[in-house]
């Protein structure tokens, strides 16, 4: 499929003063991820996704419009859309700066601190949103499972697996029956963005629940 600027501006109008763009790359997402550049010097993120998806990404734009307005650091969506037959397309506006596990091991370790402690900060924020009746909790027992059986088959093996499964297993039950909160789903430092070392916001919402 072309993903040329130029094809993709004559079917969406929000690129419209766009003057170019960049093929992004990195990350587990089939989404293929274009960061847009407008002459005014902003820039934006073009995230195109199969049609089935389509509800889901309206889902994650209404979540990220809630979330920002109770003060969290996440892209805002600007368009949402179908494209074809095949895609859909969302623009969002970008969270300017670096990824955290490029920037971090180059800080001190009170600068270090400092951007851990605020993305703490804003997770919290995250967690005291309660999602609309469509999205129901998680099972997570079912999901711990299935996390299990990804790594027994993935080929990685961590020091000292024994007894991190046993510590799962054993306080996996603490997470039952608690309130049904909005979660990040992928919340690391490769998906936190940060700025003249100081924690700048959050992106790769796709994995909420």
């Not at 969302?90 to 955290?100: E, F, K, T």
């Not at 916001?201 to 909420?208: P, R």
Request: glycine share 6%.
């Amino acid at each position: 499929m072309d993903h040329s600027l130029d094809v993709l501006q004559h079917r969406i109008p929000a690129l419209a003063f766009a003057v170019s763009s960049q093929r992004l790359s990195g990350g587990y997402s089939p989404d293929a991820k274009l960061l847009v550049f407008y002459g005014d010097g902003t820039k934006a993120l073009l995230r195109l996704f199969p049609r089935r998806l389509h509800q889901r990404w309206q889902e994650q734009a209404r979540l990220l419009d809630r979330l920002r307005s109770r003060g969290v650091k996440a892209p805002r969506p600007l368009s949402l859309r179908l494209l074809d037959a095949e895609r859909g397309y969302c623009l969002l506006s970008y969270v300017d700066g670096d990824a955290a596990s490029e920037v971090l091991p180059r800080l001190a370790e009170d600068a270090q601190y400092r951007v851990g402690a605020q993305a703490g900060a804003e997770l919290l924020k995250m967690h005291r949103l309660q999602p609309p009746a469509t999205v129901s909790g998680v099972d997570e027992t079912a999901k711990h499972v299935r996390y299990r059986e990804r790594y027994r088959t993935c080929g990685v093996r961590l020091h000292r697996q024994d007894d991190i499964m046993a510590f799962i297993d054993a306080n996996l039950g603490a997470l039952l029956d608690r309130p049904n909160r909005f979660r990040h789903g992928d919340y690391h430092v490769a998906n936190i963005m940060v700025r003249d070392r100081q924690y700048a916001g959050a992106v790769d919402f796709e994995s909420y629940d």
